[in-house]
């Protein structure tokens, strides 16, 4: 299969699922598309074949979560704002409560939460593509989930009174 054909049919079949892993991390659009460009550039570059789409599939999650990572920690990140960032008075959808709550968490508790309920992966599964100890992950998902129960509680509680 040529490099183009394969590419396009990793687009194709995980482009959803890395823009996701893209806005958990960066929430900005402009860098989403750049992380989204930069994986699949990799993905083109990769010379070696994948064991299997299971493989093939962790191994981009793993490539996505390290671009957002450096992108989040690069000098020109941090030093600059983006226009999307600045406050625009605009009319917009509010996200649901849950949703809030999800990206209210740290990168990486947020991280774990969408890979196990979103994605459906497993702590292992996790543990590979996020470079940590499967012990390290069900620590954090545990983490996540009661700090999640804290704050949907917090927020129901405030809409009552």
């Given at each position: 299969?040529?490099?183009?054909?394969?590419?396009?049919?990793?687009?194709?079949?995980?482009?959803?699922?890395?823009?996701?892993?893209?806005?958990?991390?960066?929430?900005?659009?402009?860098?989403?598309?750049?992380?989204?460009?930069?994986?699949?550039?990799?993905?083109?570059?990769?010379?070696?074949?994948?064991?299997n789409e299971?493989?093939?599939?962790?191994?981009?999650?793993?490539?996505?979560?390290?671009?957002c990572k450096?992108?989040?920690?690069?000098?020109?990140?941090?030093?600059?704002?983006?226009?999307?960032?600045?406050?625009?008075?605009?009319?917009?959808p509010e996200?649901?409560?849950?949703?809030?709550?999800?990206?209210?968490?740290?990168?990486?508790?947020?991280?774990?939460?969408?890979?196990?309920?979103?994605?459906?992966?497993?702590?292992?599964?996790?543990?590979?593509?996020?470079?940590?100890?499967?012990?390290?992950?069900?620590?954090?998902?545990?983490?996540?989930?009661?700090?999640?129960?804290?704050?949907?509680?917090?927020?129901?509680?405030?809409?009552?009174?």
């Open positions: 299969m040529e490099v183009s054909d394969r590419a396009s049919e990793a687009v194709e079949k995980y482009g959803d699922l890395i823009r996701r892993i893209c806005f958990l991390n960066l929430e900005n659009k402009t860098d989403v598309e750049d992380v989204f460009q930069d994986v699949f550039l990799k993905f083109m570059l990769h010379s070696n074949s994948f064991e299971e493989h093939e599939k962790a191994w981009l999650c793993r490539v996505t979560y390290n671009q450096d992108l989040r920690k690069s000098f020109w990140k941090s030093r600059v704002d983006s226009i999307e960032e600045m406050e625009i008075p605009c009319e917009t996200p649901s409560a849950i949703i809030n709550a999800v990206l209210a968490l740290p990168p990486d508790l947020r991280q774990i939460i969408y890979l196990h309920f979103y994605e459906g992966m497993t702590i292992p599964e996790i543990a590979v593509i996020m470079s940590k100890n499967i012990n390290t992950v069900y620590t954090k998902l545990h983490r996540a989930k009661a700090k999640l129960k804290t704050k949907l509680r917090e927020d129901y509680l405030h809409e009552t009174l």
